[in-house]
């Protein structure tokens, strides 16, 4: 895409783990990610079980349970429709 | 003489409908073409990430231009998933090698924000 470009965000899509994982710190490094970042297998098992890609926003609540469920990116995703939702999850934690 | 005029009128009426059904035609070839990409796109949307990536480099902007896109997109991509639903469990590895995380292991202590995305 023109906006890989523009970005020198340009790689080869990753056919095993290790590459999936030069690209994924070459990521945190770019965007200076400071929270926990995990990486999927090579199967895509968890991305194709939240139907993530390429990017999306969760909230999963103390019970496990959905709270909240973006839209899917990337016109979907949008950080700033977290907050009631996170605001609401964390209001509700004991003590 | 008389019927020259009459003969007149009616070439200008057959060329006008012969008109009319060739508008006719191309208009419908147009139309089930149009349908035919739009239900290949949608066909595209549902397909693995690789895929659709991979026709989506050889097609460029088009689709975007042409299609109700966004829509399209949110409709495919919506996944099964529901507010309410027992979240997926898994355990993934920490990029920074230093262990892995289990999303189950935060249940009855913090709600948890995923933030899944793609850097290619």
Known sequence: MQSNIKEHVIFRNPTTSQERQDVANSCVRKLHIKIPALLDGIDNRVEQQYTAWPDRLFIIGRDGLMKYKSEPGPFGFDPKKLKPVLQDAISRLPG | MSALPAIATSTRVTQSRAWKARISRVAGSVVVLYSLLLAGLYYAMLQPPETF??????????????????SMWKHARGGRLQIGDIAPDFRLPLLDGSGSVELSSFHDSRPVVLIFGSYT
């Open chain 2, 53 to 70: 990536a991979r026709l989506m480099m050889h097609v460029g902007a088009a689709p975007f231009l042409l299609f109700p896109f966004e």
